[in-house]
């Protein structure tokens, strides 16, 4: 039989440096008991072609992430502010190395 | 089959008597080479056959993957041997690895042991893997320059084996009480068979500043080996060794069922390509 | 909260609720400006649903879709063919990772899905009831199998869950390979002795109807397809895919010198497509049912790996507690 279903190693997201001078990005996630196994899964499961250069893993829980219900507090806000953006200025069009 | 090509000894047969010494010496010399290449690749490709096995088999999807790669590491270190080995004795990897037969093999016992469970599998890795880093190590600076150039990329694979191998027997060792007791009883299995790898032959005197003397690599291995016991609560078995014979044509009983499967198809189609 | 991977408990046994009318009107919206939803979106719960479904079938069929070939690891005729085939079903090993990946940001629990599998209630592609007793077998399946899929996986790398289409990407990337090995071991029997000619050829016509299949029943009898295009989760209909496979595969058979067991097969100048012959239903509905040749064998084996590993899941657990204990000791004593 199957068994009990025991309990299941828990979840870390991996991210991974593509190459120097880049950031690390998310690449997806993986199952370890431990933060040493999660290193070593991640870089057989993720890195296999040569993707990477550098590996963070992050425990799935330990990730702080902002709620779809608070989107429109944080972030519509930024939407009106055209003057952070370089296009909001016109006056200075055709004038060289502006 | 050619047996004598891989033959420890210096061809001395009345073919040769027409032979200038010194070419003579050469050809022994290359025949030693040869042998040698088998005793390392011969290990490479055993222990990846086995790995090979473990493939859907693994405790964990992640595990299956991880040890695929090494699987794959060890090929790749076959492949290289062989390929050398080949090119001395006028024959190719496949040749090599296809149409010999297990007496033609010149691996270790250890290798050749059935899969077992998962702590054997640990087991096995732990230990070759720490005989290997020395081996490697060592090999990196040998005056045969092909060679050095296998063992500096091999050190790299194997060292990480050896962590991964770590690793697990520190976990399984250290985990529950079943757990602990599955790793002992593989270490157990396995301990008789670890000094073949470290016992002296006439064949890397013969090849000196080449070839190292696995008996060198006792020491360090086995601290390495020791080290990681400690941390995972397991304990030195205090078993006999046994005979081996794996370097002159002695194999293991587990050999030559291995090879009948490995070799089926190749055999059953002698001179095909694929 | 957690980022895109919610606590699977915490939809509760229900499912998590419908969306508000604020989360339906934005889940329509971003759908119709062909969009991809997230993880943390609110969506309708028939959508969660029907991605679990499909995504785990998807995962399902990439681990079990590693024995047939993983049948030839030990006995592959070369070492160069033995790299590859090892690389090519740790491929698939890391495939299903990946699916399962996408499945767990919608709260499924990767334990949950495999006990599905293990007890017979999650279905996976019927293809891979099918046996491989040949070496040929491993170059049908690159060709046929991986070169089906591929088709149908294309446009999932533009399917409306971003997880999934995330993964689907990856894994086209690294699928490409899978095929191509299957053309050159075929093209290699192909030209080789007779003997192997014949394997090629006997493998072929054993494997181009499933195959065929892959693609799921005609339009007509695939209930949940309309809702998946709605969604643009699926992006073209089972039988346009089938017709771009069959367009792509006759030319492919030329090169091979192989010839494919369809007597009805021509050019049909009036569509611009190949027709083909009708597809034998009945056989795959009796292999989806479980009568096929290896479906017990295929979920036995995975039971088995997974139970035989139960010991050393738990030690790895045990393990990682008693280390975390320690250091929190530790911690303390240093306090």
Redesign the interface.
Same mark, same amino acid.
């Given at each position: 039989?199957?068994?009990s279903? @025991?309990?299941?190693?828990p &979840?870390w997201?991996v991210f991974v440096r593509p190459g120097r001078g880049l950031s690390h990005v998310h690449a997806?996630? /993986?199952?370890?008991? +431990?933060a040493?196994?999660a290193l070593? !899964?991640a870089r057989? /499961?993720y890195t %296999? %072609?040569g993707e990477g250069v550098s590996i963070w893993v992050v425990a799935? @829980?330990?990730?702080?992430?902002s709620?779809?219900d608070e989107k429109d507090s944080l972030f519509d806000p930024a939407a009106d502010k055209p003057y952070r953006h370089p296009t909001f200025y016109t006056a200075s069009e055709g004038v060289p190395n502006l | 089959m050619t047996p004598q090509l891989v033959s420890a000894t210096a061809p001395n047969g009345a073919d040769h008597a027409a032979v200038p010494s010194s070419r003579q010496a050469d050809m022994a010399d290359m025949a030693d080479m040869a042998e040698y290449l088998l005793w390392l690749g011969d290990d490479a490709l055993v222990s990846a056959q086995r790995l090979g096995e473990w493939i859907t088999n693994a405790p964990?999807l992640?595990e299956d993957?991880?040890l695929? !790669?090494i699987g794959l590491d060890q090929l790749g270190q076959a492949r290289a041997l062989l390929s050398y080995a080949g090119e001395l004795l006028g024959r190719n990897e496949d040749e090599l690895a296809y149409f010999r037969d297990d007496v033609d093999f010149r691996c270790t016992h250890l290798v050749s042991l059935p899969r077992g469970d998962f702590a054997d599998a640990v087991v096995r890795l732990l230990l070759v893997g720490a005989y290997s880093e020395q081996l490697y190590a060592a090999l990196t600076t040998s005056a045969d320059e092909r060679l050095a150039g296998i063992a500096a990329k091999a050190i790299k694979e194997v060292r990480y084996h050896v962590?991964?191998a770590a690793?697990w027997a520190v =976990?399984l060792g250290d985990g529950t009480d079943e757990s602990h007791r599955r790793m002992q009883d593989a270490l157990n299995r396995a301990w008789p068979y670890l000094d073949e790898l470290f016992d002296p032959h006439p064949l890397t005197d013969h090849l000196d500043g080449i070839a190292v003397d696995p008996a060198t690599l006792k020491e360090p291995a086995l601290q390495r080996i020791t080290a990681v016991l400690d941390e995972a609560t397991l304990t030195v078995p205090a078993t006999q060794r046994v005979a081996g014979g794996g370097r002159d044509g002695r194999p293991s009983e587990h050999l030559g069922p291995m090879l009948a499967v490995m070799q089926v198809l190749a055999r059953a189609h002698p001179g095909a390509s694929w | 909260?957690?980022? +895109?991977?919610a606590?699977a408990t915490s939809a509760g046994p229900a499912g998590p609720a419908e969306p508000s009318a604020s989360g339906q009107s934005s889940f329509d919206r971003v759908i119709a400006g062909d969009g991809r939803i997230e993880p *943390?979106?609110?969506m309708p719960d028939d959508y969660r649903k029907s991605l679990i479904r499909q995504i785990s079938q998807h995962a399902h069929s990439e681990i079990i879709g590693m024995q047939p070939e993983g049948n030839w690891i030990t006995r592959a005729p070369s070492l160069h063919r033995k790299a590859i085939l090892m690389a090519k079903v740790?491929?698939e090993a890391?495939h299903g &990772?990946?699916l399962y990946?996408?499945a767990?940001t919608l709260g499924a629990? *990767?334990?949950?899905m495999m006990?599905a599998l /293990?007890?017979g209630k999650a279905r996976y592609s019927s293809i891979f009831n099918y046996p491989t007793p040949t070496w040929a077998d491993i170059g049908a399946i690159g060709w046929l199998v991986d070169g089906a899929a591929i088709c149908n996986q294309v446009p999932l790398c533009r399917a409306s869950y971003g997880p999934y289409a =995330?993964?689907m990407i %990856?894994i086209c990337k690294?699928e490409s390979f899978h095929q191509r090995q299957g053309f050159e071991i075929l093209l290699t029997l192909s030209r080789g002795t007779p003997a192997q000619h014949e394997l090629a050829q006997e493998a072929v016509n054993r494997w181009y109807a499933p195959s065929l299949m892959m693609f799921g029943p005609p339009d007509a009898d695939s209930p949940n397809s309309a809702k998946s295009m709605a969604w643009k989760i699926k992006r073209f209909s089972n039988d346009e895919l089938r017709q771009r496979f069959v367009d792509m595969l006759v030319p492919q058979a030329q090169a091979l010198g192989l010839t494919l067991p369809d007597p009805d097969l021509r050019w049909n100048a009036e569509r611009g497509h190949y027709d083909f012959g009708e597809l034998d239903w009945s056989e795959f509905k009796a292999v989806l049912a479980g009568q096929g040749q290896c479906n017990v064998q295929r979920v036995e084996h995975r %039971?088995r790996a997974? @139970?035989e590993g139960?010991w050393v =899941?738990?030690a790895?657990?045990a393990?990682?507690a008693k280390?975390a204990a320690r250091q929190q000791q530790s911690a303390r004593g240093a306090a």
């Open positions: 039989m199957s068994g279903p @025991t309990a299941e190693w &979840l997201e997806g996630s /993986l199952h370890a008991a +431990d040493e196994m070593g !899964n057989d /499961l %296999r %072609r799935s @829980t330990d990730i702080h992430a709620s779809p | 964990e992640e993957v991880a695929g !790669n962590e991964h690793g =976990r | 909260m957690h980022g +895109d991977h606590p *943390r979106d609110e740790q491929d890391g &990772l990946y990946s996408a767990e629990s *990767r334990e949950d006990q /293990l007890a =995330r993964a %990856r690294e %039971r997974h @139970t139960a =899941r738990e790895a657990m393990h990682a280390k």
